[in-house]
């Protein structure tokens, strides 16, 4: 079958956005691998697909697949994407919509600026919620938030780290490094998003503070591995780093894949916002087997 998509990135993250708003493709998981694969298909960290609305004051349903062929409940950089495509592709003339995600209704708005801000929700930090197993664990409290011992084990030494618990509709596991650029993403990451006390998998963050409105973050994402940058992990972090008392309400967030602007008011009932590019990449089609194993 012959399929047209749109490639997009959001500082770095790249995807596939697909239309279904006039009807489903019947992709399947082998599908969506093949259209992440970097050799032989188009290639990107996630599948993004636009179907129609689900309900009242709903403007449109957005699944997000990861390149790993797996449904996943959120991605923000891809959120920002898939407001940018709606809004170029004619389907909305709307600055603001709301899209209904497995996490929940997201609302992104286009700025004046060209970039996209995104209301993420608000961080869960309750460990069963995230969800993670804390059973005979103690926290280390810190400000108004907890940093959990992680036992890692399978690498060439044996460590405990110290995380920060938080779901942004997904789930991550924040660690404070003294240097992104050193740190041991390609030989942890794999272990903290595999580790049983995660039942459903988890996105590894490293955060360095450089200062309290500025931070550098590097994440090993779950069923992608480590993306040029991660938006729910970017809220993630900082709401952690907030939480803590290290970090200030609006924080400049650098990936490797660009910037972008986390702002959370430090109060649980409050949204987490955050502000960054999205942009097209090309257009194109792609011709696929029908049936794939």
């Known amino acids: 079958m012959k399929i047209r998509f749109t490639k997009m ?15 489903r493709l019947g992709l399947t998981p082998a599908h969506y691998r093949l259209l992440a694969d970097r050799h032989f298909g188009v290639g990107a960290d996630q599948i993004l697909t636009v179907r129609p609305s689900s309900g009242d004051g709903i403007d449109f349903e957005y699944m997000i697949h990861n390149a790993d062929g797996g449904e996943v409940e959120q991605c923000g950089n891809g959120a920002r994407c898939f407001a940018r495509y709606v809004h170029d592709k004619g389907l909305t003339a709307k600055d603001t919509i709301r ?28 460990a069963a919620l995230v969800p993670f197993d804390a059973t005979g664990l103690t926290p280390v409290a810190q400000g108004l938030g907890q940093k959990w011992p992680l036992a890692l084990s399978g690498s060439a030494q044996d460590a405990s780290i110290l995380i920060a618990v938080v ?26 998003e595999s580790h049983p006390r995660f039942p459903k998998r988890v996105n590894a963050g ?6 309290r409105s500025h931070v550098r973050l590097r994440v090993f994402e779950r069923g992608a ?9 970017a809220c993630a972090a900082v709401s952690a780093g907030i939480r803590l008392g290290l970090l200030d309400a609006q924080v400049d967030v650098q990936t490797r894949g660009g910037l972008l ?33």
Not at 225 to 233: I, Q, S
Request: include cysteine; proline fraction near 8%.
């Open 9 to 23: 990135q959001g500082a770095g993250n790249d995807f596939v956005v697909l239309d279904e708003t006039q009807g």
């Open 99 to 126: 899209v209904q995600t497995l996490a929940g209704v997201i609302a992104p708005r286009l700025t004046p600026d060209g970039r996209v801000t995104v209301d993420m929700g608000r961080p869960v930090f309750d």
């Open 167 to 192: 779901s942004m509709g997904n789930p991550h596991a924040v660690q404070l490094v003294p240097d992104v650029d050193t740190a041991p993403v390609a030989q942890t990451g794999p272990l903290i």
């Open 206 to 211: 490293y955060l360095q503070i450089v200062d």
């Open 225 to 233: 591995g480590e993306t040029l940058a991660c938006g729910t992990g």
């Open 261 to 293: 602007t986390i702002a959370w008011s430090g109060l649980e009932a409050d949204s987490v916002f955050m502000t960054g590019p999205a942009t097209t990449v090309f257009e194109g089609q792609i011709d696929i087997p029908d049936t794939l194993l």
